[in-house]
């Protein structure tokens, strides 16, 4: 059974940082995609940053240069480091698993608030 769990969100202030962590078991991590999504209140759901078992990363246009996305296959963990946080980067933060030949698998979420 592959589980899917966010942790690290929470409050901060405009400028400020927050680090993500999400935890997989149940797949060969190493194998597996990574990538991290958020949903605002009343919009879509939308990639922030990936990362594929290779290394490879793609980030969102508005988060260039402030988020940071790395995986630690040993501990078969992903985390997004959020630098210089903003208003707009208020939503909640899913940790989604591409598991290959199989699906994906989404966390539960975790909510980041940006405020003053």
């Known amino acids: 059974q592959v589980q899917v769990v966010e942790s690290g969100g929470g409050l901060a202030q405009p400028g400020g940082s927050l680090r993500l962590s999400c935890t997989v078991s149940?797949?060969?991590?190493?194998?597996?995609?990574m990538g991290w999504y958020r949903q605002a209140p009343g919009k879509e759901r939308e990639l922030v940053a990936d990362?594929?078992?290779?290394?490879?990363?793609n980030y969102a246009d508005s988060v260039k240069g402030r988020f940071t996305i790395s995986r630690d296959n040993a501990k078969s963990t992903v985390a997004l480091q959020m630098n210089n946080l903003k208003p707009e980067d208020t939503a909640v933060y899913y940790c989604?698993?591409?598991?290959?030949?199989?699906?994906?698998?989404w966390g539960q979420g975790t909510q980041v608030i940006v405020s003053s």
């Open positions: 989604k698993a591409r598991v290959p030949f199989r699906d994906d698998y």
């Open positions: 149940g797949t060969i991590f190493r194998a597996n995609a």
């Open positions: 990362l594929t078992s290779g290394g490879i990363t």
